[in-house]
């Protein structure tokens, strides 16, 4: 009894979700897929490096335009689990 306590204190608290559980998981793919792609697709990869902000500036924008999008839903502190409910909510 006491346990089975502990467990839903810890989901009720924040616990990890699906997507946190396995984070290495969609890491890992995400590597394999983008060294298929090289595999399957040089030119697709070859063309994607070759996109810089400038002629000779050495900045791939692909690379810095997901950088961005990754970085910034944490410093506007996005909190991912109320986005679920946004549709569910009435005015």
Request: charged residues 15%; positive net charge.
């Amino acid at each position: 009894m006491a346990e089975a306590l502990a467990n839903k204190s810890v989901q009720a608290s924040g616990g990890l979700g699906t997507f946190e559980r396995y984070l290495s998981v969609w890491v890992a793919l995400c590597m394999l897929a983008g060294i298929g792609t090289g595999k399957l697709l040089p030119s697709v990869v070859a063309g994607l490096r070759g996109v810089e902000f400038g002629h000779g500036s050495q900045i791939n924008a692909p690379i810095a335009v997901l950088i961005w999008l990754m970085i910034t839903p944490m410093m506007m502190k996005v909190d991912f689990s109320s986005i679920r409910n946004v549709g569910l909510r009435r005015w």
